[in-house]
């Protein structure tokens, strides 16, 4: 159970596009999801928290005006790089929490972007 | 600020010996604990939680909690080359606080 569905795995994109991340709670609810990013070498930091029905709540540093996340319903949740520039460039991955209050996190498969 | 350390490694230990991986967290107030791995270009993996002080079993692996000493571990019975991966230790500051933080990771490679 608590399976995590990310879209897609890699995209490429051109400096200045947009591009929007999905990512999908398969087997259960997920009122709140998490989005991370990962540098290379890097560990996972956290970016922002998606909650279902309203606004997400980001990180210091975090820009939500350039990081646009959508979580409107309790299986989806979409994270849109806005006017993405070359340093945009990572890995980011979503997760979420089984139903059960002390359910682990669990990650999506990631999504490698890569901005040229 | 809360932090989470570990050795970055790498750590090379033989098939078939155990692996052993520390971490350490500066908040004492920290409730909750987890051991992801990581293999490249993968994402975190779930490998086991641990809540209470003491040790929990899960088949090759226990964890290891002291909350006195504000470290946690994880050990690798039998290992196996397959278990080659990056494992990162996330701590929970508290039971509702739903906000991992993630060490840097320890690289662990299994020599056949």
């Known amino acids: 159970g608590a399976v995590v569905s990310q879209h897609p795995s890699w995209v490429i994109c051109k400096s200045g596009t947009s591009v929007k991340i999905e990512c999908r709670s398969l087997?259960?609810?997920?009122?709140?999801m998490f989005w991370y990013r990962q540098f290379p070498k890097q560990s996972l930091m956290l970016m922002a928290t998606?909650?279902?029905?309203?606004?997400?709540?980001?990180e210091q540093g975090v820009e939500k005006d350039k990081f646009l996340i959508n979580h409107a319903s309790l299986t989806l949740s979409t994270l849109t790089v806005t006017s993405a520039h070359p340093e945009d460039s990572s890995f980011y991955i979503c997760?979420?929490?089984?139903?059960?209050?002390?359910?682990?996190?669990?990650f999506g498969n990631g999504t490698r972007l890569t901005v040229t | 600020q809360k932090e989470v350390e570990q050795n970055s490694g790498p750590l090379s230990v033989p098939e078939g010996a155990i692996a052993s991986l520390n971490c350490t967290y500066s908040?004492?107030?920290?409730?909750?604990f987890f051991w992801y791995r990581q293999y490249s270009g993968k994402s975190p993996e779930l490998i086991m939680f641990?809540?209470s002080n003491g040790d929990k079993e899960d088949g090759r692996f226990t964890a290891q909690l002291n909350k006195a000493s504000q470290y946690v571990s994880l050990l690798i019975r039998d290992s196996q080359p397959s278990d080659s991966a990056t494992y990162l230790c996330?701590?929970?500051w508290g039971f509702g606080n739903e906000k991992l933080t993630f060490g840097t990771g320890t690289r662990l490679t299994i020599i056949p």
């Open positions: 997760s979420a929490r089984g139903e059960q209050g002390d359910s682990p996190l669990h």
């Open positions: 998606s909650n279902e029905g309203s606004k997400a709540t980001y």
């Open positions: 087997d259960f609810q997920a009122t709140t």
């Open positions: 908040d004492r107030g920290s409730q909750s």
């Open positions: 996330a701590v929970n």
């Open positions: 641990i809540y």
